[in-house]
């Protein structure tokens, strides 16, 4: 606080009994927001995710990771291609409509990339992946993705911080 007054801290060893203290405090980290699309034996399929990141230049790689209680955990999981979309700022219904429905592909423009994989329109950046690897990660997994095809335009994104969405300007 710029105030003068004490800032509340908390000091705590994240356990059971601290789990919400702990997710509170990952969320003092900003984070992009994204839908991840994939094929499934259902069809097309999308999530909502911020638990994207750059991972390798040489060769190019990405990586997210998915929660094993996700009812759309195994066909992510098991995907052989997806395609990550970083969200623009008036994207907030997009992130929202992949929350409540994954198989609900009746949007204008979505289209076919590598793999067959759906392909959303109007997003920051776009990166169309092939599975490289999938490593464990506790109540998650860690999806790495090789990059085959990227696009990208300028504009502000939409981000997560402490529970709310917000705007990622860069200029």
Not at 111 to 125: I, K, M, S
């Amino acid at each position: 606080m710029m105030d003068g007054s004490p800032m509340s801290e908390q000091v705590f060893t994240p356990d059971t009994t601290h789990q919400r203290a702990f997710r509170d405090a990952l969320g003092h980290f900003a984070t992009g927001v994204t839908v991840i699309t994939t094929r499934s034996d259902k069809g097309p399929l999308g999530i909502t995710a911020n638990s994207f990141a750059a991972l390798s230049l040489d060769p190019a790689l990405v990586m997210w990771a998915p929660a094993r209680f996700s009812r759309r955990f195994d066909a992510f999981a098991q995907a052989t291609h997806f395609a990550i979309h970083v969200l623009a700022e008036d994207q907030l219904w997009l992130a929202r409509h992949f929350v409540r429905d994954g198989l609900d592909f009746a949007l204008d423009g979505v289209d076919e990339g590598v793999g067959g994989v759906p392909l959303l329109p109007g997003c920051l950046a776009r990166f169309e992946c092939a599975r490289h690897a999938v490593h464990p990660g506790g109540d998650h997994a860690i999806v790495v993705g090789e990059v085959l095809r990227v696009q990208a335009r300028t504009g502000a994104g939409l981000s997560f911080f402490a529970g709310q969405y917000g705007r990622i300007d860069a200029g």
